[in-house]
Structure formats: C-alpha cells, structure tokens
C-alpha cells in the first residue's frame, strides 16, 4: 500500500529535521526553510512492505497546490514545540 503523510507545523518546529531524518536517516541540524518537499520511504508494517510519502509542507503556506496536496494525505502528522 502506499500511504501520504502531511507534515504540518509552524514555521522552525523542525518538520524538514524530522523529515530528513525518517527517510534518509541524516541528521540536518540547519536545513534551508521550506517551500514544499517529499520524501519517499519503503518500510515493513506488520510484516508488509509500505510505502510512505512524506509532504514537508511549507508553514507560511507558500505553495498555491499546499490546498490539493493536502487533500491527497493519508495522514496528517502535526509537530509543535
């Protein structure tokens, strides 16, 4: 299967960190802000091979297509510090 997750937060909360980290398995201590980003990872969920998009969203909502990206997430996953 594959599953879309949003990452949503406000603008330094670290969702690029988060992002990088989960998918490539980096540590980016300063990345550059975002515009929009994906990240594309295979992992294994009770025993079953998934695949994982991951949309690092803008948190000043740049994008004029941040509206119908959202709409195509699975999931949404909200980081706040």
């Given amino acids: ?6 990452l949503c ?8 960190t988060i992002a990088i980290q989960f998918a490539h398995q980096l540590l980016v201590e300063s990345p550059d802000p975002t515009m929009e980003d994906e990240y594309r ?5 009770d025993q079953l091979p998934c695949h994982l998009i991951l949309l690092d969203t803008a948190s000043s909502f740049y994008s004029v297509f941040l509206e119908q990206r959202l709409r195509e997430a699975s999931y949404f996953v909200f980081i706040f510090d």
């Fill in 9 to 16: 937060g406000v603008e330094g909360v670290g969702k690029t």
């Fill in 1 to 6: 299967p594959l599953y879309h997750l949003a």
């Fill in 41 to 45: 990872k295979t992992c294994t969920v």
